[in-house]
T-cell receptor, first 114, second 113 residues
């Protein structure tokens, strides 16, 4: 069965610090997809990134970067030079090809203090 | 372009009642999925519909049902409400399967008293 673990329940940093959110996943499939979503206080989930299991290249988008390592079943998310607007709950999710729906982790509440 | 829309925004019901939640996907998207998010937890998959057919079902009781209409909008019905059904219900739309990029609506906050 698929499972996503986000061990960090809450992280609090001061603005401009770098912060990494951890995500560890479990799956028996060789083809799967990993996602990160941001959930601000308004509640709407905002898509950040999708990665398939065959693409281990790290990705950078502005201040955001993602590190995918199949050897450790991890898909970590780093925010560089954090800003107050980054404060939100961040979810990592997994989908196996042919499976039903996304499996989400419990989320990490990120607090950026000014 | 309009995103995923859901109605109503908030809903208060009492135990034993029935509720219907509505979702309109992004134009051109044929797949709609429903998720339940209890406070402090990640969303849990309830249903996926694609081209008006049920494609997947999560581990939820038969009190939960859904359907998709010819215009690809969808309804989620919950019968015999329990206190534990209180949650944020999220709808997501995508082009096809759930491993495609999914776009979520703002959700319906259901409170069962």
């Amino acid at each position: 069965a698929q499972k996503v673990t986000q061990a960090q329940t809450e992280i609090s940093v001061v603005e401009k610090e770098d912060v990494t959110l951890d995500c560890v996943y479990e799956t028996r499939d060789t083809t799967y997809y990993l996602f990160w979503y941001k959930q601000p206080p308004s509640g709407e989930l905002v898509f950040l990134i999708r990665r398939n299991s065959f693409d281990e290249q790290n990705e950078i988008s502005g201040r955001y970067s993602w590190n995918f390592q199949k050897s450790t079943s991890s898909f970590n998310f780093t925010i560089t030079a954090s800003q107050v607007v980054d404060s939100a709950v961040y979810f990592c999710a997994l989908s196996e090809e042919g499976a039903d729906g996304l499996t989400f982790g419990k989320g990490t509440h990120l607090i950026i203090q000014p | 372009d309009a995103g995923v829309t859901q109605s109503p925004t908030h809903l208060i019901k009492t135990r034993g009642q029935q509720v219907t939640l509505r979702c309109s996907p992004i134009s051109g998207h044929k797949s709609v999925s429903w998720y339940q998010q209890v406070l402090g937890q990640g969303p849990q998959f309830i249903f996926q519909y694609y081209e008006k057919e049920e494609r997947g079902r999560g581990n939820f009781p038969d009190r939960f049902s859904a359907r998709q209409f010819p215009n690809y909008s969808s309804e989620l019905n919950v019968n015999a409400l329990l206190l534990g059904d209180s949650a944020l219900y999220l709808c997501a739309s995508s082009h096809g399967n759930t491993y495609n990029e999914q776009f979520f609506g703002p959700g319906t906050r259901l409170t069962v008293l």
